[in-house]
């Protein structure tokens, strides 16, 4: 008896709006012998409700179609559900895929999936919401809630440039307090990052030594203005450390960090981010999810 897949589409994610990059995808799982039922989103914070609709149906495993904040809408209802979840990148930056290994051509991505091999990783939390990636406040939040304001239809790599140039011209200091595994860390910060994974931005690395099976999550702080943010993001751009030891007579550099639960209080004005989509306000308790889910890889 064939296997049983519910595929959910986000169809304003970058190539999910081709017909023939659907087709292909439907092609490949289906002549691997995976029955498919297609599923399509038409906004944030639905697949669970979507996905509610066919409980009473019978699927094996959910299969996510679109971009990271779509991947980890359907990765979190899996994870409830205690059902194997598989990727097919269709995003921008496609960081999950990058981070798991998957292949970045739908097709391909679509017979890893019915391939059905099984890995275990965790997750993180924030306020009930479960990801992949990371969470953050602060500046990369601000290009977050940039991006979606204006956002119709796909977002491309020109919309992320311009919401982050405009960021560094506008974006005001926050001033970002945390405690990770309740000791205090410097207060102050420009941005915070948690990550549960190496591959930030699809492109970047900040937390180098991540791995999203290792129960931990890893934590960056970013101290400065905005030029030292900048020099920060060249050197994750070109998979250089960052400069992580403080220089105290300016208050730039930053922090790195593992803990298994971090809580920022404040301030409630600094914007939030979890995934790629815009997040719940501070105060925010992050904490890890060790083997919160069953993903299929090659």
């Known amino acids: 008896m064939s296997r049983k897949a519910l595929f959910i589409i986000n169809p304003v994610s970058g190539r999910a709006a081709h017909g ?25 914070a639905q697949v669970a409700r979507l996905v509610a609709d066919y409980q009473g149906a019978d699927f094996d495993l959910l299969v996510a179609g679109g971009g990271d904040g779509t991947i980890r809408e359907v990765a979190e209802t899996a994870s409830w559900l205690e059902v194997p979840f598989g990727i097919v990148p269709l995003g921008t930056s496609n960081s999950v895929a990058r981070e798991l290994g998957l292949p970045l051509d739908p097709a391909e991505a679509a017979r890893t999936v019915a391939a059905g091999h099984e890995r275990t990783i965790d997750m993180g939390e924030a306020g009930g919401a479960r990801f ?31 919401a982050t140039a405009a960021a560094l011209v506008t974006c005001p200091r926050p001033g970002i307090e945390a405690m990770a595994d309740g000791l205090p860390l410097p207060a102050g910060a420009f941005q915070i990052v948690v990550a549960n994974a190496r591959v930030y931005g ?32 060249l050197r994750a751009f070109r998979k250089l450390p960052l400069l992580v030891r403080p220089e105290r ?20 004005s600094a914007p939030t981010q979890i995934d790629g989509d815009i997040a719940a306000g501070l105060p925010q308790r992050i904490r890890v999810l060790p083997r919160a889910l069953r993903v299929l890889v090659p």
């Not at 995808?25 to 944030?44: D, F, K, Q, R, W």
């Not at 602060?138 to 440039?161: C, M």
């Not at 300016?250 to 209080?265: C, N």
């Open 20 to 44: 023939l990059t659907r087709a292909r995808c439907l092609e490949a799982m289906t002549e691997a012998g995976l029955s498919v039922e297609v599923i399509e989103t038409t906004g944030p």
């Open 132 to 162: 992949l990636l990371c969470w953050s406040a602060g500046f990369d939040a601000e290009v977050v809630r940039r991006v979606h304001r204006g956002r119709e239809g796909g977002i491309s790599k020109l919309a992320y440039a311009a």
């Open 202 to 233: 699809g492109y970047f690395r900040l937390a180098r030594e991540a791995a999203v099976d290792d129960g931990m999550l890893d934590v960056c702080l970013f101290y400065g203005g905005r030029l030292s943010l900048l020099r920060q993001a």
């Open 249 to 268: 007579h300016r208050g730039a550099g930053a922090i790195t960090l593992r803990a298994r639960e971090v809580f920022v209080p404040g301030p409630p």
